[in-house]
């Protein structure tokens, strides 16, 4: 059964980078039948997708997070990794990694999901 | 960017009832919607994928519906599991979520 795990720093000072690692277990980063997601959720609000990475290292970002967005891959270790450079409170959210499925030419759903980790913007 | 909303923010539905939620697109996204159910403290979870396919180990009291704008997650029979958080998502045109539907006990 594949799961995936996020790991992190939980408190991230204003102005400074974000970085979060996810590992998959269960089944291969390597599929060429998947990508890999970033999904955030601020507390009590909705679900905003930061980015997602195939296993060549290809990436496809939200265009409103791009420029401040890294998404990397480690095939050797079963990781990805997000980078948010430049954070400030409103970064402040429930980050969660998830499998992306891509279905007739789409960058579809996600299924399934980490349990995610909290990541605080504060001084 | 294709904005989803979704409708009502709130449904109160005592257990054992039908409950039938909303998500409305900006634009048309065809059949290429999502939809989601998340408890507190946990991640979300698949229901529904291409508008109205279960995902795998769903229960069938679990329908959608819909194409193009208009959208429509039925939950036949409520069970107590089920009071949760429900949020619909397209994939047509980059990806956007809905701001979410709670489901509370009546």
């Known amino acids: 059964q594949l799961q995936l795990q996020e790991s992190g720093p939980g408190l991230v000072k204003p102005s400074e980078t974000l970085p979060l690692t996810c590992t998959v277990s269960g089944g291969s980063i390597r599929s060429s039948t998947y990508y890999w997601g970033w999904i955030r959720q601020p507390p009590g609000r909705g679900l905003e997708w930061i980015g997602t990475?195939?296993?060549?290292?290809?990436?496809y970002y939200n265009p409103s997070l791009k420029s401040r967005v890294t998404i990397s891959v480690d095939t050797s270790k079963n990781q990805f990794s997000l980078k948010l450079t430049s954070v400030t409170a409103a970064d402040t959210a429930m980050y969660y990694c998830?499998?992306?499925?891509?279905?007739?030419?789409?960058?579809?759903?996600?299924?399934?999901w980490g349990q995610g980790t909290l990541v605080t913007v504060s001084s | 960017e294709i904005v989803m909303t979704q409708s009502p923010a709130t449904l109160s539905v005592s257990p054992g009832e039908r409950a039938t939620l909303s998500c409305r697109a900006s634009?048309?996204?065809?059949?290429?919607l999502a939809w989601y159910q998340q408890k507190p403290g946990q991640a979300p979870r698949l229901l529904i994928y291409g508008a109205s396919t279960r995902a795998t180990g769903i229960p069938a009291r679990f329908s959608g519906s819909g194409s193009g704008t208009e959208f429509t997650l039925t939950i036949s029979s409520l069970q107590s599991e089920d009071f949760a958080v429900y949020y619909c998502q397209q994939y047509h045109n980059w990806l956007t979520f809905g701001g979410g539907t709670k489901v509370e006990i009546k």
């Open positions: 634009q048309s996204v065809s059949s290429n």
């Open positions: 990475i195939y296993y060549s290292g290809s990436t």
């Open positions: 998830a499998r992306h499925i891509y279905s007739n030419i789409y960058y579809a759903w996600f299924d399934p």
